[in-house]
């Protein structure tokens, strides 16, 4: 063996038991670069294996080991490969590309940006970034630029800007206080009053104001006479284009600042600062009426309807001539988006009157979905800002101005509080059902609160009595009807607006039910109901006045002249509280004996014929499907039966004093009756639906009995469903009835945890209602749409769907402004409240029909906070355009109206940030 092999051998050797030792030969170079590689390799291995967290923890460990020169190799390598230059980008892009960059920034961020450098205080004081921003707000130069004349619109804006006096919210708050700081009852007189007298300082100098803006202002040649000399009070007269476009709402906040400057001159602004308003797209059209025109110049009544509303189309039918209105959906708007609406349908004038009919109870309005505008939210600033811009389209109240809300908030503290609030917003009065009446809607035919009367009730301003008077009698049955209506009407009114479609199938529902047979029968029902009540009375004492009038007490005959007098002061008599309560109590015994009548029928007419054939051998049903159908709500029947007699043996001996709170406590106490009824209500609906199918006899069973005089024209699955809406009412008129009650009456605090006890049940049973309605709507959507993933998920909703084009950019390399796109496929975007899903949309016809089908083919989904939306602003080839990217898709749409893109927009980065805020 030769000395080369044995030195081979003993480095094999030696390799081998170095291999995996910790152990580095430092003497053998060559060993130690073997060995240093095979741990190296190894690392890398475990590297490759390890988590995300797990590498930048070994990281950190490798960096803190490092000494400064190898950290500042690192550092090298990293510049190396990653380059990233320091270099301004306004020396960079293009000049337009800068400018369009900089034109994004607020005033008071382009002064800033110009005390940067020399090239950005070139760029943010250029005409084109300061002269939209001037204009905006009604400031338009005096004179004409000369052709190298520098920052003229930016120094216009600053001059405008001095002339201006504002305080500041802290300022302001700390002057003038804000609404959430409790007063004396002195002292919020005096405010109220002050508040009138600044608002009539308001209107005054508004007056002023546009007389001096239709002044001729002196012919100034150009250029010679630079902008800064002058102030808000020399504004030129504008044109009448422009004078209807530029909103003047902020005004409205400029003038009272000013006003109560003046009336109240110690309390100046010391501070000297200024705040400046917040404009957006509702704003820019004009509100204010012409100058020339009388103070009745306000003849136009305003409406929205929310679609949340059952048959709602019969009530856009019932809307008067002459009256705007506008049908909005409540799932799928936002508050700028109904603020938007309000602004295109009245045209830049001002409604003498505007009605708002939405869902709602007796402290809250359910205005839109995720906005149940209450006392607890309403002074949240984008709520408060919906309502001050709101009050901002309806004339003042000097001028007979009022907002009428078709929710029943006087019948309960917080909705007088919300009525006060909103009056103290908006410096507009506001009105309210106050009635007690239970029932679908019967309280917008009661009394009104706050309601002048001189003034004709709200109703009968907007409507026409009979035909609301028809659809709030029947609306629970109307809404069944019209869903078959709209399924069939809705691809022929596809292209039509809302408010139209809506007024074509409220005529056809109003003619196919024959609205004069529906009077008429109703005057026939009354009249036999009234002489039934007579011929009941039995009163023998009666005949004896009569033979004796000498103790007859003298009566007034309706043509004395004081029978008119006294039937005048009777109606100017306000009731007191013991009156209004005995009122409240009476309707709510007459409510639940009605409630209770209907649970009988279930027992009468369906359970005793059951159990009797049962028992004679001859079943219809077997006894354990009696028992799961009925049981329950048996069990329900004998609840509400004893708290109805608890009820009248209270009411027959009403007094002042009397209480009522104690007997909801105790019924309160066994709601798991109740309890046990809903969560037990989907088997019983299927178990009926199974036992019709299968069981002949009990098919027959139900075809005779269901939808008859006796059963009030209802059947067994709608005879059911009263128990789910009776805790409606329970809440709506507990609420009258505290609202009624004295602080030191004894029976108030149990009032108060009889409300709290309804409403907390209330609101489970809304919640188990909602819950099926969604997993119901996730279902038909995802058997609509072809090769859909699942979508039904806890707390998924559908919130809108829109119709798009799909577009297809031809040439990206082109400027923006000119380039082509091609359309290349109908899309419909299903907004949810987690994800955005796009799917692809086709038209199908039916030979011999004239109606078409939609057909839905899956293409992807997004969910909402890797969304990123981009809009494309219009040009000569391409209208309302956005672009929507996702991780892995990108898809450019157009929709057809521009509307329709400023309302999908809105609500869908409205719910993006909703989701990123969770």
């Not at 038991?17 to 390799?41: G, I, M, Y």
Request: hydrophobic letters at 40%; one cysteine or more; proline letters at 5%.
């Amino acid at each position: 063996m030769s000395a080369g092999d044995s030195s081979r051998e003993t480095l094999e050797i030696e390799s081998f038991h170095t291999r995996f030792s910790a152990w580095t030969p430092c003497s053998n170079k060559a060993l130690n670069r073997q060995l240093f590689q095979e741990r190296v390799a190894l690392i890398s291995h475990w590297f490759d294996l390890w988590t995300n967290k797990q590498r930048q923890e070994f990281l950190f460990t490798i960096l803190l080991r490092c000494t400064k020169s190898q950290l500042r190799f690192v550092h090298d390598q990293f510049s190396e490969r990653m380059q990233v230059a320091k270099v301004d980008f306004s020396t960079v892009l293009p000049r337009f590309i800068s400018l369009y960059i900089f034109s994004f920034l607020s005033p008071k961020d382009l002064c800033a940006a110009a005390q940067v450098s020399w090239p950005w205080k070139f760029l943010t004081e250029q005409d084109c970034i300061w002269m939209p921003k001037c204009i905006k707000l009604g400031w338009f130069l005096p004179y004409l630029p000369t052709d190298h004349e520098y920052g003229a619109w930016k120094h216009h804006y600053i001059a405008c800007v001095c002339s201006l006096d504002w305080l500041t919210p802290r300022e302001a708050a700390a002057v003038y206080g804000t609404l959430n700081e409790p007063k004396a009852g002195d002292e919020e007189l005096q405010e109220r009053h002050r508040e009138k007298c600044l608002r009539k300082l308001i209107w005054g100098k508004i007056a002023l104001r546009k007389k001096e803006l239709f002044r001729v202002r002196p012919p100034w040649v150009s250029g010679t006479r630079c902008s800064r000399s002058f102030k808000s009070r020399c504004q030129p007269r504008l044109p009448h284009t422009v004078r209807d476009r530029v909103g003047l709402h902020e005004a409205l906040e400029k003038q009272l600042a000013l006003a109560s400057l003046e009336a109240l001159p110690k309390r100046s602004n010391a501070f000297g600062r200024h705040s400046y308003p917040s404009f957006s797209r509702e704003n820019w059209r004009g509100v204010l009426k012409n100058d020339n025109s009388p103070s009745d110049a306000f003849q136009t009544h305003f409406m929205l309807i929310s679609s949340r509303i059952p048959a709602y189309e019969m009530v856009v039918d019932s809307v008067r001539a002459g009256v705007i209105s506008v049908v909005y959906e409540y799932s799928g708007l936002t508050l700028e988006s109904l603020l938007y609406l309000t602004d295109k349908a009245l045209g830049g004038q001002k409604a003498q009157s505007m009605g708002i009919f939405s869902d709602g109870d007796s402290r809250e309005i359910n205005l839109l979905q995720g906005y149940k505008i209450g006392i607890k939210n309403l002074l949240r600033p984008e709520v408060r800002d919906f309502w001050e811009k709101l009050g901002s389209f309806v004339a003042p109240e000097e001028e007979g101005g009022h907002v009428d809300l078709f929710v029943p908030l006087g019948a309960s503290e917080a909705g007088i509080e919300v009525l006060s609030q909103l009056s103290q917003l908006t410096g507009t009065c506001f009105t309210a059902p106050a009635g007690i009446a239970t029932g679908s809607y019967q309280h917008i035919l009661s009394d009104w609160l706050g309601q002048p009367r001189e003034r004709a009730p709200p109703p009968s301003i907007y409507f026409s009595e009979p035909k609301l008077q028809a659809w709030s009698s029947l609306t629970d049955f109307l809404e069944d009807t019209v869903k078959s209506v709209r399924k069939q009407f809705r691809p022929l009114f596809k292209e039509l607006q809302k408010n139209v479609s809506g007024r074509i199938i409220g005529q056809f529902m109003f003619d196919t039910m024959s609205m004069t047979d529906i009077l008429n029968n109703q005057e026939i029902a009354q009249a036999l109901a009234d002489g039934l009540v007579e011929l009941s009375k039995e009163n023998p004492e009666r005949n004896d006045l009569d033979d004796n009038p000498q103790d007859t007490k003298p009566s007034l005959s309706k043509n004395d002249p004081n029978f008119e007098v006294l039937v005048q002061l009777e109606r100017k008599l306000q009731m007191d509280w013991s009156a209004k309560r005995t009122r409240v109590a009476g309707e709510l015994l007459q409510s639940e004996r009605k409630y209770v009548q209907v649970l009988e029928i279930v027992r009468d007419v369906y359970v005793a014929p059951l159990k009797a054939a049962l028992a004679s051998n001859r079943a219809i049903l077997s006894a354990a499907n009696l028992q799961i159908i009925f049981s329950d709500i048996l069990q329900v029947l004998s609840l509400n039966r004893q708290f109805l007699d608890n009820l009248r043996d209270r009411l027959q001996e009403w007094g002042p004093a009397h209480c009522v709170g104690e007997i909801f406590l105790k019924f309160g106490s066994q709601l798991n009756t109740y309890t046990n009824f809903f969560n037990n209500y989907p088997v019983v609906l299927k178990t009926i639906e199974k036992c019709r199918e299968m069981v002949p006899a009990f098919r027959a069973f139900l075809k005779r009995h269901d939808k008859t005089i006796v059963t009030k024209m209802l059947s067994l699955p709608e005879l059911l469903l009263c128990p789910s809406r009776r805790f409606d009412e329970y809440v709506h008129l507990l609420y009258a009835l505290r609202l009624h009650t004295p602080a030191e009456h004894t029976d108030r605090g149990d009032l108060t945890t009889a409300i709290d006890q309804m409403k907390a049940y209330k609101s489970y049973i809304d919640q188990m209602k909602q819950n099926s309605n969604k997993k119901d709507q996730l279902s038909d959507i995802q058997r609509s749409i072809l090769g859909c993933p699942i979508l039904s998920e806890v707390n998924r909703y559908l919130i809108r769907v829109q119709d798009v084009a799909q577009l297809h950019c031809c040439d990206e390399e082109i400027s923006f402004f000119l380039r082509l796109y091609e359309h290349t496929r109908d899309l419909s975007l299903f907004l949810f409240n987690d994800a955005l899903l796009v799917a692809s949309r086709g038209t199908s016809h039916t030979p011999f029909e004239r109606t078409s089908k939609s057909t839905y083919q899956f293409i992807a989904s997004v969910a909402l906070h890797r969304l990123l939306v981009e809009d494309i602003p219009d040009s000569k080839y391409i209208k309302n355009a956005f672009i929507l990217q996702g991780p892995k898709h990108e898809w450019i749409c157009a929709t057809e109206a521009e509307d329709d893109k400023f309302l999908w927009l809105s609500v869908l980065l409205n719910t993006i940030k909703s989701t990123i805020e969770k």
